[in-house]
């Protein structure tokens, strides 16, 4: 079936440091994907996307690659900030009337100063 | 201009009572979408409306999960009886609809459930 594994967290870091959250998927056809980051409290939030093989989203600083021979949308970012913190999720879709995301289970940053 | 409003933002129960959770979406966004999501796990799709109808709701539990959009804006979940495995956060979530095209999911904050 289609689905989305992420790497297990919590992912600790010092600020500045660099960031590498993988992501992998398994599904038919060629998906639409998303990495979303849900701070504490709030709701998730968009934070990039990628619709087709070699697009790369990018977004406040964090950048990942749809890359097709591998299934993967691996997040990076050179820099992380404290404010950084967080828990991401990364998700595919399909580009028809659904829409229904498929999620990953998320992992959580944690930046230290 | 507000957000995908949510309440309550923490409900605890007992096991067998009756619970509801309400939703406002974004104004003007047609499709509403309510996701479950248990602990350390990432969301998943309950149910999707296209205004008031319920054009997915696959993944939805029916013998106590019920939900409705009477007039295509807000929406209302509801579970009855609940049970212990419902303890999670119940997500809504809204964006402005259409076939074809993209269309950015915008998530409310959530309602955490406890049944105990």
């Known amino acids: 079936g289609n689905s989305v594994t992420q790497m297990e967290g919590p992912v600790t870091l010092s600020e500045e440091a660099f960031l590498t959250i993988n992501c992998t998927y398994t599904?038919?056809?060629?998906?639409?994907l998303f990495w979303y980051v849900q701070y504490p409290g709030e709701g998730l939030q968009l934070l990039l996307k990628a619709t087709k093989a070699d697009d790369k989203g990018s977004n406040k600083g964090f950048e990942a690659t749809y890359r097709k021979e591998t299934t993967s949308f691996h997040l990076e970012k050179g820099s992380v900030q404290v404010s950084d913190s967080a828990v991401y999720f990364c998700a595919l879709s399909w580009m028809d009337s659904s829409y229904k995301l498929i999620f990953g289970s998320g992992t959580r940053l944690l930046v230290r100063p | 201009e507000a957000g995908v409003v949510q309440s309550p933002r923490y409900k605890i129960i007992e096991k067998k009572q009756p619970v509801a959770f309400w939703c406002n979406p974004i104004s003007g966004h047609n499709t509403l979408y309510w996701y479950l999501q248990n602990l350390g796990q990432g969301p998943e799709l309950l149910i999707r409306?296209?205004?008031?109808?319920?054009?997915?709701d696959s993944q939805l539990p029916k013998d106590r999960f019920s939900a409705e959009r009477l007039k295509g804006v807000d929406s209302t979940l509801k579970i009855q009886p609940a049970e212990l495995g419902d303890s999670a956060v119940y997500l809504c979530?809204?964006?402005?609809?259409?076939?074809?095209?993209?269309?950015?999911?915008?998530f409310g904050p959530g309602t955490r459930l406890t049944v105990l």
């Open positions: 409306y296209e205004n008031e109808e319920a054009v997915d």
């Open positions: 979530a809204s964006s402005l609809g259409g076939q074809g095209t993209y269309n950015e999911q915008f």
């Open positions: 599904a038919t056809g060629y998906p639409s």
